[in-house]
Nanobody
């Protein structure tokens, strides 16, 4: 059974940085695309960044130039480096993968950007 476990959220001041990690188990990590989504209170869940098995990345316009997604296939881990954080980045962040017709989500990690 596929499991995704996120870590690395927390409270940070505007302009600060956080690094989120997600470890996948239960399938062959290197085969599948990975993504980070976020959901702020009252908002729909939105894609933040994605990475293909080959390493091609895509980003939401709101985070381009500030966030970087990467993957380490040897460690079954996808990472989201978040720099120059803004209060509007405050949300619960979720790791995601799609395997065939199935979509898997982690439990989420909370990011709060506030002074």
């Amino acid at each position: 059974q596929v499991q995704l476990v996120e870590s690395g959220g927390g409270l940070v001041q505007p302009g600060g940085s956080l690094r989120l990690s997600c470890v996948m188990s239960g399938s062959i990590f290197s085969f599948y695309p990975m993504g980070w989504y976020r959901q702020a209170p009252g908002n729909q869940r939105e894609l933040v960044a994605g990475i293909t098995p080959g390493g091609t990345t895509n980003y939401a316009d709101s985070v381009k130039g500030r966030f970087t997604i990467s993957r380490d296939n040897a460690k079954n881990t996808v990472t989201l480096q978040m720099n120059s954080l803004k209060p509007e980045d405050t949300a619960d962040y979720y790791c995601n993968t799609k395997i065939g017709s199935a979509t898997y989500w982690g439990q989420g990690t909370q990011v709060t950007v506030s002074s």
